[in-house]
């Protein structure tokens, strides 16, 4: 998922390593021998650049970490980062689903 950057104010700052996801909020945060190191706690930085931040767990210290050193997350606790992208507008705003069909009345 990403790489630690430095401790701030008791959190681990981590770049992403995955340019097409992003985290989800509360996600856990492991390390590579899958322990639990805390959970992602807020998402900064340019659409191209995404940063995050791991609120650190019970007995875990951000500032025991390296720089460089990994972080994983769970396939399942990311996003697309086209969710996050403006979406291309529809010419006419009509989509193929629906059809408008003319009623003729004749009065006799």
Do not use: W
Not at 51 to 78: H, P, Q
């Amino acid at each position: 998922m990403g790489t630690f950057i430095h401790a701030v104010e008791d959190e681990m700052l981590c770049s992403s390593l995955m340019p097409d996801k992003v985290p989800y909020f509360n996600a856990p945060i492991y390390l590579q021998n899958k322990s639990v190191i805390g959970k992602v706690d807020e998402i900064l930085g340019p659409i191209n650049e995404v940063y995050f931040s791991i609120k650190m767990g019970d007995g875990m210290v951000a500032s025991s970490f390296k720089k460089g050193d990994k972080v994983y997350i769970g396939g399942d606790k990311l996003l697309p980062i086209d969710r996050f992208l403006p979406k291309p507008k529809v010419l006419g705003g009509v989509t193929s689903e629906h059809y408008t069909v003319p009623i003729v009345v004749s009065f006799r």
